[in-house]
């Protein structure tokens, strides 16, 4: 309909020019059947055309006349047809033709003029056209057509004021008195001041010739003058044409400038210049700019086309400057570049009211650019147009584009192009504007759009940019009607000052709309005019109008609907600025992302009045406005008011919110407006909210007054709406989600009542796709505004949501917490009722299921991994659950046990055979063997062979010094015996014991691994030092054998035979001697001495009295027949294996407690018999080493009461005389109670021979006395004496072994139990009690099964004491068992230590850890008790060993 009005307006419209006393005049447009009243002076209206008003082309001009010659007529040298110089100056007084085939030159310094308005002059030759440097060339026309040209430097071509008449039906002369400047590009600007007019209307001489632009052919126009007698105003500018068909070169000036007016006259406007060339070069100056005046001339016009321009001449169209007003130049003409057919419009910075015309513009071919620029002006006067390029328009630098008339908003303009890029610049509109680009760019830019001139046809604006759309540097975009912004690409408000604002905007298609820091989006305006667009609020509406719950899906503006602001179909919206309107939209988003300092706001852009509206008293006190709670009432001496009403849906709200009451603006309220993101059908994908969102009642901050002065003191306005169909939601910390109530007047109004904000979910994820829709940790409310004085706040408004399916609750459909269950539908949160609590374990917790719980039981998991679903027990309490119970377990396990110890048992038997069981053996009496002690007597002692060949030649027995440790091994003094000094070289001696000790002595890294292994596993320990002990006792066997000389004795039979020596050990290798024997060539009856002579004689025992190796009497064949000579070798038998007996239960570290057993039975069992034989044995101890290490044996000397002159014995008057010479302190009666000790010296005596037989070494004896003095040395392992030490034999070895292996079986049994449950703790607690110390709890079970199954007493004894050290050594596995258990269980919640523990009812729950722990320890100590049963069996076979009857036990 608006596009025929236009049609029929071209048809019927006239065009009518009138002159007004102030030479100004303007556009109107007539309407049919309309009358003419533009509110105008009379004077100065007049009637334009539609369409482009200036008048056709004039007809061209006649052909010239002859050529002029070139000597005859220029006065030059040379011909037209060759080269002709102009040599002279040349003043002409009409036109001149100029025509040749040669080259026309005019030297430096002439002058070729013909200075009279109009005059022209045309030079027309094939050659070249060259202007020497400082000559000028002054005419109204210069017409030039040359190949090539240049124009030296400072050479001029000047037509400046020299115009001739401009084209007729032009109105470029303004006329009148005010001194206006003329106009040919531009108006020229005029003085005159009418404050009934913009300034802007305000102009002198007109534009003409814009269909000629492109080629521009039109003088320029005279400018006004301030007297009717004498016509100050400037001439206008001449005309200047190129045609060069090569080569130009500018470095003069080319001017065609308008003519100066003075201070009387205004400036005449510029005139044209047209030049095309193939290639131009320099940096000369082309001008056609207005002249300067009173009133400014407008700029001219120019035009060049040129193929290629290498440098860059400075081309001015400006208006000349107005010396009447100098902010009002003259308007900017045209430069028009063919190549790139790009116009530009630029004033020169120049500043001006005045405008350049932009009339049609072409369609084939169109304009590439569009330029305007330097404070240039330039307008689309008509009523319709189409600016339309291929390119880019660019408005910069103070640029300013306007479109229509600033009274008649209502036309309707079309502005197509690639790019709209604005930089400093405004666009202005008085009507409709539909603009499309694919770019738009403004920096510091305004575009203002006035379509408030009442026609609904021209309401509404579209502004499409299709790619990008980018405001910066407070860039602006207003429209006081209808705006419609849309594209497919970006929307980007960078920043503070940046803004869209419209009466109603509808933003809609692009893909991201970036709400930049300080930056607007508005709608309605702020401060709107009164002629602009107002939508309208439906206020006395309870329902929902229709199009916010169901928008229409077309985006497009229309007034009909409640919309103020709407964004539509919009990918992704980010605001950190600030979006403001009545009645806000987001319609079919994806998702909306609100930053910290970003802001949604409908607050106070509600109804004054509407349903809930307020009440005033008689005194100007109102109630608040209510909407979705009440508002505030008001009370004033015992009268009230009421607040307004609640309206609305709570479920499902779309009202406006309302204000105080509908009166005066200045004195009453609004209510809040409506915020709705998303719709029904198309929910928001996701909403992030980090700022806020707001639609809250508008506060009273001031008192008021009305007309007669009386207070007024309105409500709150109430809030408004907040609907939100959403998917997901993000609420950070510093988010506000408010519909609030306004607070009353400061002089006593009510509070405004609460708001509505609902979040209706879409598709609420159930089951086990649910997700969480909303993260809320920002400030969600609707609560009632405050009021002060006689006012009361307003109630609270509502929030609430989609009602939950099953298993969620709340306004944002939460699951509903564990433990919980809800099967109905609502948002209530006491739908969700307590799970039932016998219906879960006592190690279980309820579990938050996703999607919430919907039916009973509850779901729930156990505390721990270690536990096991479903009665959240640990592995070992499956276990033992599964056969009944611990009480049902422990009897079964028990049974279990017991049988396979009878199978063990019977196995053992069958593996080992019953011959090799030890057992108790009955003994013959009077027989020559005893079997008491079987693994102490070698193959000889049984056979009892060749002891006199051996002991006949047996001169000395030395012991090896030290206990054969690492730290101490064997060693001996490299001082010979007395009784070897007569069979032995002692300087040989002293090197032989070098070689014997270093042979002895261990290497370092021996000891390291000891002490290693004594850390991590004592038994390997011990083994390890066995192992070493061994192979040193070979290599010393082997060395005395067969390595070395014997050089050392006297004897050369012992040297040639290697015969002499023998090194031998006792079997626990901890005790070591050297025999010495004659050569049987040393022809001494002497030697070898009787063992009367040897007296005293000591015999060391072997071993240190430790669990592995105790004190033991070592017997031989060398010792057994030189007893021989005294005792009967079956009582030397038994009296070794009596002895040994006893040795069995000393105890190193308790030495002084057990040796009295020792001295008491040598003293009631040994020496009464010993005694009849004329010799006792006493207990003594020998070689104390330099670390305090000691021996201890038996002291063998002759009894007191022998026969005095018997060869065997010695009287006490000769012992007393043996003592000091044996060096052997005896404890008499009145002996001091400690240990005597001496060293053996000669005192007094008479000869050589008796100081040699007297020699011993450092000695002393133990009696019961000395005892209590005894010192010895604990180390580490003392501890372990208490659990695993030798004990009495106890017989019944078949029992013992039974019920070893029960505690055996038993132990790994409760191992494996253990380890269970510390596995149900974690893993490291395993590993903890597995490798401190590594593999302790293991290995006492195979070790045990190797000892139980092992052949041979002697080999089962030794087996079973490594057996006993692994069992004693597991014990720190159990004691770290235990305290993973300990550290756990007081680490665990008191839940679960509620249950106390109660003995008879053991139910294997935490309070139990200590059970299993607690059990290994008493079974690892029975077996140690057991063990050492056992071995005591196995090495001692015969009981009555330990008889205290001194007849039984020398009979058996």
Request: hydrophobic share 35%; net charge negative.
């Amino acid at each position: 309909m608006a596009r025929f009005q236009f049609i029929v307006f071209f048809f019927v419209l006239v065009a009518v020019f009138a002159v007004n006393p102030s030479s100004s005049y303007r556009f109107a447009i007539v309407e049919p059947n309309s009358g003419f009243d533009s509110g105008l002076d009379p004077d100065s209206e007049s009637l334009l055309f539609h369409q482009d008003y200036s008048p056709p082309a004039p007809p061209p001009p006649p052909p010239h006349g002859p050529s002029v010659s070139c000597t005859d007529d220029l006065g030059g040298v040379g011909l037209l047809d060759t080269t002709c110089k102009i040599v002279a100056d040349l003043n002409l007084t009409k036109d001149v033709y100029i025509a040749g085939k040669g080259n026309f030159i005019i030297l430096p310094g002439v002058k070729f003029h013909c200075a009279i308005p109009g005059c022209s002059i045309a030079i027309n030759v094939s050659g070249n056209f060259s202007l020497g440097a400082v000559s000028t060339i002054v005419a109204g026309t210069f017409e030039l057509s040359a190949g090539n040209a240049s124009f030296a430097s400072d050479s001029a071509v000047n037509t400046t004021g020299l115009a001739g008449d401009p084209p007729s039906q032009t109105s470029g002369t303004p006329q009148g008195i005010d001194g206006a400047g003329g106009g040919h590009g531009g108006r020229g600007a005029c003085c005159l001041t009418d404050t009934r007019k913009l300034p802007e209307d305000v102009w002198g001489g007109d534009a003409y010739s814009w269909s000629t632009l492109h080629k521009p052919w039109s003088y320029g126009s005279k400018g006004g003058s301030t007297s009717r007698e004498i016509d100050y105003g400037g001439g206008g500018g001449g005309r200047v044409k190129m045609n060069i068909t090569q080569f130009l070169d500018v470095n003069g000036s080319v001017l065609a400038d308008g003519g100066y007016g003075g201070a009387k006259g205004g400036g005449g406007s510029g005139g044209s210049i047209f030049i095309t060339a193939y290639k131009m070069t320099g940096i000369g100056k082309i001008t056609a700019c207005g002249g300067s005046g009173y009133g400014g001339g407008g700029g001219g016009r120019v035009s060049v086309d040129i193929f290629s321009r290498h440098d860059d001449p400075k081309i001015f169209v400006h208006g000349g400057y107005s010396i009447g007003c100098p902010d009002n130049s003259g308007a900017a003409g045209t430069l028009y570049d063919a190549v790139p057919r790009s116009l530009f419009v630029s004033n020169y910075n120049l500043t001006t009211d005045t405008y350049t015309l932009l009339l049609e513009f072409p369609f084939q071919p169109r304009w590439t650019n569009v330029y305007i620029q330097d404070k240039a002006r330039a307008t689309c006067p008509l009523l319709w147009s189409r600016v339309q390029v291929q390119g880019q328009i660019s408005l910069l630098c103070g640029g300013v584009l306007s479109f229509g008339l600033s009274h008649y908003g209502t036309s309707e303009f079309e502005l197509l192009a690639e790019e709209l890029l604005m930089s400093d610049s405004t666009i202005k509109v008085y009507g409709a504007l539909r603009m499309t680009v694919k770019m738009f760019l403004m920096w510091n830019s305004e575009l203002h759009i006035d379509g408030g001139g009442g026609d609904t046809t021209v309401s509404t604006s579209t502004l499409e940019a299709s790619n990008l759309l980018v405001l910066r540097e407070s860039s602006v975009i207003r429209s006081n009607a209808n705006l419609f912004v849309h594209g497919q690409g970006l929307l980007n408000l960078t920043g503070p000052g940046d803004s869209i604002e419209a009466q109603r905007l509808v933003l809609s298609l692009f893909y991201q709309i970036y709400v930049g820091p300080g930056s607007i989006l508005r709608g309605p305006l702020q401060n709107a005019s009164r002629d602009a667009v107002t939508p309208k609020l439906y206020c006395d509406r309870q329902d929902c109008p229709y199009e916010l719950l169901n928008p229409p899906e077309d985006c497009n503006v229309n007034s009909s609907l409640a919309f103020t602001l709407q964004i539509c179909r919009v990918e992704d919206i980010i605001v950190e600025g600030f979006i403001k309107g009545s009645v806000v939209h987001f319609h079919r988003a994806k998702t909306v992302t609100l930053e910290s300092s970003g802001e949604i706001s409908a607050s106070g852009m509600g109804c004054r009045g509407g349903v809930g509206k307020g009440k005033l008293l008689g005194n100007g006190i109102g109630s608040g406005g209510g909407h979705g709670g009440k508002g505030g009432r008001v009370c004033y001496n015992s009268s009230c008011v009421e607040g307004g009403i609640t309206y609305g849906d709570a479920d499902l709200p779309c009202e406006l919110g309302s204000g105080s009451g509908d009166y005066s603006p200045d004195y009453s309220s609004a209510g809040g407006g409506i915020l709705v993101i998303g719709s029904m059908e198309q929910p928001l994908s996701g909403l992030s909210l980090e700022g806020s969102i707001k639609a809250d009642g508008e506060s009273v901050k001031r008192l008021s007054r009305d007309e007669n002065g009386s207070v007024v003191a309105p409500g709150g306005g109430s809030g408004g709406t907040v609907l939100l169909f959403l998917r997901y939601l993000i609420l950070g910390e510093s988010s506000l989600l408010s519909s609030g109530g306004g607070s009353g007047s400061p002089a006593g109004g009510g509070g405004g009542g609460g708001g509505r904000i609902h979040f209706h979910w879409s598709n609420i994820p159930t089951g086990d796709i649910y997700q969480p829709i909303a993260s809320v940790r920002g400030i969600i409310h609707a609560r009632g505004g405050a009021a002060l004085g006689d006012g009361f706040s307003g109630k609270n408004g509502t929030v609430t949501g989609t009602p939950c399916p099953k298993g969620l609750h709340g306004i944002f459909c939460k699951e509903c917490p564990s433990g919980t269950f809800k099967n109905v539908t609502g948002s209530d949160t006491s739908l969700c009722r307590p799970c039932p609590v016998d219906e879960l374990p006592t190690r279980a917790v309820y579990v938050p299921v996703r999607g919430g719980v919907s039916e009973t039981p509850c779901p729930y998991r156990c505390i721990s991994e270690r536990y096991h679903m479903p009665h959240c027990y640990t592995a070992l309490e499956e276990l033992i659950y599964t056969f009944g119970g611990p009480w049902l377990f422990g009897l079964l396990l028990m049974g279990l046990l017991i049988l396979l110890a009878l199978v063990l048992s019977v196995a053992r038997m069958k593996f080992v055979g019953v011959d090799d069981l030890p057992g108790p053996a009955p003994t013959h009496h009077g027989s020559q063997i005893d079997h008491s002690f079987p693994f102490l007597e070698s193959l000889n002692e049984v056979l009892e062979t060749n002891r006199a060949e051996q002991s006949q030649s047996h001169v000395h027995r030395m012991y090896f010094m030290g206990p054969n440790t690492f730290s101490e091994p064997w060693h001996l003094s490299h001082i010979p015996p007395e009784e070897l000094k007569e069979i032995v070289y002692e300087a040989a001696f002293n090197t032989f014991v070098d070689e014997i000790n270093s042979i002895a002595a261990y290497q370092w890294w021996e000891g390291a691994i000891y002490s290693i292994l004594s850390v991590v596993a004592y038994p390997l320990a011990w083994s390890w030092q066995q192992w070493r002990r061994k192979l040193k006792l070979q290599k010393l066997r082997e060395f005395v054998r067969s390595e070395y000389d014997h050089s050392c004795l006297r004897s050369c039979r012992s040297r040639a035979l290697y015969e002499g020596l023998k090194v031998a050990a006792t079997s626990d290798l901890m005790l070591a001697y050297l025999d010495f024997f004659l050569g049987g060539d040393e022809k001494r009856t002497d030697l070898p001495p009787r063992l009367h002579q040897r007296f005293p004689m000591p015999i060391l025992f072997g071993g240190d009295g430790s669990y592995m190796a105790p004190f033991s009497l070592q017997n031989d064949n060398i010792l057994t027949s030189l007893m021989n000579q005294l005792v009967a070798p079956t009582t030397w038998y038994r009296l070794v294996a009596g002895v040994n007996a006893q040795l069995r239960l000393v105890r190193r570290g308790r030495l002084r407690s057990t040796f009295h057993s020792v001295l008491r039975w040598l003293e009631t069992h040994a020496n009464p018999a010993l005694e009849t034989h004329g010799i006792r044995v006493d207990l003594a101890w020998f070689q104390t080493t330099a670390c305090g290490y000691c021996q201890y044996g038996l002291l063998i000397h002759a009894t007191e009461d022998c026969e005095p002159t018997s060869p065997q014995c010695v009287g006490e008057t000769a012992w007393t005389e043996i003592q000091p010479r044996y060096g052997v302190g005896a404890q008499k009666e009145n002996s001091p109670a400690h240990l005597r000790e001496s060293m053996l010296y000669n005192q007094n005596h008479t000869n050589t021979e008796d100081y040699a037989t007297r020699r011993k070494n450092y000695a002393g004896i133990i009696d019961v006395d000395s005892l209590p003095s005894l010192k010895e040395k604990r180390d580490m392992f003392f501890i372990l004496s208490f659990l695993v030490h030798n004990t009495k034999p106890v017989g019944h070895q078949d029992m013992v072994g039974l019920v070893i292996s029960m505690l055996l079986l038993g132990d790994f049994s409760l191992v494996l139990l253990t380890l269970l449950q510390l596995y149900s703790i974690s893993l490291l607690d395993v590993l903890l009690a597995l490798f401190i110390l590594p593999l302790g709890l293991l290995l006492p079970f195979p070790a045990g099964i190797n000892a139980l199954f092992s052949h041979g007493p002697r080999r089962s004894a030794g087996l079973a004491r490594v057996y006993a050290l692994w069992n004693y050594m597991s014990l720190v596995n159990v004691f770290v068992a235990f305290l993973c258990g300990y550290v756990h269980y007081n680490s665990e919640s008191s839940a679960s230590k509620k249950i106390p523990f109660q003995p008879w009812n053991i139910n294997m729950g935490e309070s139990e850890w200590w059970i299993f722990p607690a059990g290994l320890v008493v079974c690892k100590i029975m077996q140690s008790q057991l063990i050492n049963r056992h071995v005591a069996n196995l090495e001692i076979q015969d009981r009555s060993l330990y008889s205290k009857d001194f007849e039984l036990f020398w009979q058996s």
